[in-house]
């Protein structure tokens, strides 16, 4: 077990996508105006397969550490694990046993831009409970961080409208690293499923990417229907991942 650091992980990881962007997803926050995470320590696996162990903890609360595993033999990082004792364990491939989650990303155009879009400026508080009432819509709060505060450099939300002018979804995005953008939150209100409002929004996604130089990333997505939909967008999986809480 070699201790490394996190540019040289990446480095020997380099053209193999579903690592880096998920090293990305882990440190990138020296890009942001408020970072999420604090990179700590890694280490690469000895033998033929690059696998790692990726330790980082949460700016907010550094008593909360998480570790990112990869390796054919997650158990011989188990002195890390008894070292940290984390809060919760990524393990990747087929090595977890927790809750299956899998990340996306996509570099080419999306499928058309069918629907009317606009990006959320302050100005749109009357947005804020389009969907008040309904189950899982964060937009209230995902209005103060990613419209009005932007806690990110490069943060937005992109709103799209029926027939009726209504607003119907929306995607909230957020860049992770330099040239990705990741998807942060996707919702289409609960009258208005079933019409491609949410296959509309990601295809709309990839071609402001596309435009802007970026690559288009669908992190966590965390069920089959999501994964469907992402497929069907012309995201192409990378990270496959078991999440789990560990307790020593």
Do not use: W
């Not at 440190?27 to 990726?54: H, I, K, N, Q």
Request: hydrophobic residues 35%; glycine residues 14%.
């Amino acid at each position: 077990m070699e201790k490394v650091s996190a540019e040289k992980l990446a480095g020997m990881l380099e053209g193999r996508l579903d690592y880096v962007l998920e090293l990305y997803v882990l440190t990138e926050s020296r890009l942001c105006s408020r970072p999420m995470y604090e990179f700590v320590e890694a280490y690469l696996a000895v033998g033929d397969e690059p696998g790692f162990c990726l330790v980082y903890r949460g700016i907010n609360d550094p008593e909360e550490v998480y570790i990112s595993i990869d390796s054919d033999d997650p158990e011989g990082f188990g002195g890390i694990l008894r070292k940290y004792r984390p809060c919760s364990i990524t393990t990747h491939g087929d090595h977890g046993k927790g809750e299956r989650e899998r990340s996306f990303y996509h570099v080419g155009r999306g499928k058309g831009q069918n629907g009317r879009f606009f990006l959320l400026v302050p100005g749109d508080k009357s947005l804020r409970n389009a969907f008040e009432g309904e189950a899982d819509c964060y937009l209230d709060t995902l209005f103060c961080d990613f419209v009005e505060e932007k806690i990110y450099g490069d943060c937005g939300i992109i709103g799209i409208c029926g027939g009726g002018g209504g607003l119907c979804g929306y995607l909230a995005y957020c860049q992770i690293a330099e040239g990705i953008r990741d998807v942060s939150y996707l919702y289409v209100g609960e009258k208005h499923r079933g019409k491609g409002f949410g296959k509309a929004l990601l295809d709309y996604f990839v071609c402001k990417n596309a435009d802007e130089g970026k690559i288009s990333y669908y992190s966590f997505a965390d069920g089959e229907a999501s994964e469907r939909l992402a497929r069907s967008r012309g995201f192409l999986p990378c990270a496959l991942r078991r999440v789990q809480n560990f307790e020593l």
